[in-house]
């Protein structure tokens, strides 16, 4: 069992950065390729960025490129996820997940996900 905490979100104005943290417990986490999504109020869930298991890839999705980068920690079982340039529309909760293959976290078919962070951006 893998169990994912995130931290990291709050309260920042347009143009601002955060850094989320995403927290893995058990001995899967360097053989998983971990991802974040979010949702915003009324909205569906978007996909937002993956790793895989060894940072060799990184993809994104077309709201965030350019502005967010994902990054992992194994030694330290930790996700990343810099926000720069912030902008009202990324308002959501935010969410980690982990699966074996990185084409299940680009679709939110994760094993794992964690209990989300909010993260607010006011204009």
């Known amino acids: 069992q893998v169990q994912l905490v ?3 979100g709050g309260l920042v ?5 955060l ?24 909205r569906e869930r978007e996909f937002v960025a993956v790793i895989s298991s060894n940072s060799g890839s990184t ?3 077309d709201s965030v490129k350019g502005r967010f980068t994902i990054s992992r920690d ?6 990343y996820l810099q926000m720069n340039r912030l902008k009202p529309e ?3 909760v935010y969410y980690c997940l ?18 989300g962070t909010q993260v607010t951006v006011s204009s």
């Open 13 to 17: 104005q347009a143009g601002g950065s």
């Open 98 to 115: 982990g699966d074996p293959r990185v084409s299940t976290v680009v679709t939110g078919g994760g094993d794992y996900w964690g209990q």
């Open 6 to 8: 995130e931290s990291g």
């Open 74 to 79: 194994n030694a330290k079982n930790t996700l």
């Open 19 to 42: 850094r989320l943290s995403c927290a893995a417990s058990g001995r899967t986490f360097s053989s998983y390729a971990m991802g974040w999504f979010r949702q915003a109020p009324g």
């Open 90 to 92: 990324d308002t959501a």
């Open 59 to 61: 993809y994104y999705g």
